[in-house]
T-cell receptor, first 112, second 114 residues
Framework: AQSVAQPEDQVNVAEGNPLTVKCTYSVSGNPYLFWYVQYPNRGLQFLLKYITGDNLVKGSYGFEAEFNKSQTSFHLKKPSALVSDSALYFCAVRDISGDMRFGAGTRLTVKP | DTGVSQDPRHKITKRGQNVTFRCDPISEHNRLYWYRQTLGQGPEFLTYFQNEAQLEKSRLLSDRFSAERPKGSFSTLEIQRTEQGDSAMYLC????????????FGPGTRLTVL
């Protein structure tokens, strides 16, 4: 069965600095990998996904993520953080069974 | 708003009562998913439909839970004989067919069982 781990409950960065939110996964076969963001009192919003091809994928709001097959990682990155990026971020993985498995989430706080 | 909608947004009930939640997906999406999310956790998969067919159910979905999507459009999730452990946010999502397609989530229904 597939699984996903987000090793950090909380990430704090200063506005303007680069940010990284980590995600590692375990899956049989080739994974489909996703990042979602959840703002307070709002539903999860899709940010980006990796299906195949280029290991660096770009998504909404200036976010990008790098797929690393050897390290089974899919870390979310942004070159310059904004205070408005503060939210809860979820990594998710899907394999051929079709189930989507989410991580426990990482709370990102960007301080002015 | 043409996104995924859920009704009600909040439900408070007493232990032992039955509750039903509704989800209206994005109209052109033929897949519909139900998840449960508790505080400090990511969403946990419950079940999903492709059109009106229920294709998969998680073992989390005990026999007190039932979901339907009778005409392949909206879906209902019913919980019978609610327990305090059922208190959670219930999320609905929809997508186009294909495991590589992203899911679009509704705002959720928060259930509190007293």
């Amino acid at each position: 069965a597939q699984s996903v781990a987000q090793p950090e409950d909380q990430v704090n960065v200063a506005e303007g600095n680069p940010l990284t939110v980590k995600c590692t996964y375990s899956v049989s076969g080739n994974p489909y990998l996703f990042w979602y963001v959840q703002y307070p009192n709002r539903g999860l919003q899709f940010l980006l996904k990796y299906i195949t091809g280029d290991n660096l994928v770009k998504g909404s709001y200036g976010f990008e993520a790098e797929f690393n097959k050897s390290q089974t990682s899919f870390h979310l990155k942004k070159p310059s953080a904004l205070v408005s990026d503060s939210a809860l971020y979820f990594c998710a993985v899907r394999d051929i069974s079709g189930d989507m498995r989410f991580g426990a989430g990482t709370r990102l706080t960007v301080k002015p | 708003d043409t996104g995924v909608s859920q009704d009600p947004r909040h439900k408070i009930t007493k232990r032992g009562q039955n509750v039903t939640f509704r989800c209206d997906p994005i109209s052109e999406h033929n897949r519909l998913y139900w998840y449960r999310q508790t505080l400090g956790q990511g969403p946990e998969f419950l079940t999903y439909f492709q059109n009106e067919a229920q294709l998969e159910k998680s073992r989390l979905l005990s026999d007190r839970f039932s979901a339907e999507r009778p005409k392949g459009s909206f879906s209902t999730l019913e919980i019978q004989r609610t327990e305090q452990g059922d208190s959670a946010m219930y999320l609905c999502a929809s997508s186009l067919a294909g495991d590589y397609n992203e899911q679009f989530f509704g705002p959720g229904t928060r259930l509190t069982v007293l």
